[in-house]
Nanobody, 115 residues
Framework: QVQLVESGGGLVQAGGSLRLSCAAS????????VGWYRQAPGKQRELVAR???????DYADSVKGRFTISSTNAKRLVYLQMNSLKPEDTAVYYC?????????WGQGTQVTVSS
């Protein structure tokens, strides 16, 4: 029901930075969590970062200290600031919103980090 559109992906050198954006077309006020996942070829989709009701955020251990998730008050826009990028960060990054009984996903944006 909620449409999510990611942007901001691209090609970057190792050590560089990118900022991903997720724009929601519907209301996000009922979302339990909003966040970012990624999937590399041959690997399963994994959680990168999320914001939980109450304002707390979770990060994968592999990105702690390098990535920061943020959102507007209404969660209509969700951002992922990625610093000190590594080649192993290369993946398709997906925006996600969880509503308890369902999850909505964006189409994904490619992030490629060269060595």
């Amino acid at each position: 029901q909620v449409q999510l559109v990611e942007s901001g992906g691209g090609l970057v050198q190792a050590g560089g930075s990118l900022r991903l954006s997720c724009a929601a077309s519907g209301s996000m006020i009922f979302a339990n969590t909003v966040g970012w996942y990624r999937q590399a070829p041959g690997k399963q989709r994994e959680l990168v970062a999320r914001i939980i009701r109450g304002g707390n955020s979770d990060y994968a251990d592999s990105v702690k200290g390098r990535f920061t998730i943020s959102s507007t008050n209404a969660k209509r826009l969700v951002y992922l600031q990625m610093n000190s990028l590594k080649p192993e960060d290369t993946a398709v990054y997906y925006c996600n919103a969880e509503f308890g009984v369902r999850s909505d996903w964006g189409q994904g944006t490619q992030v490629t980090v060269s060595s």
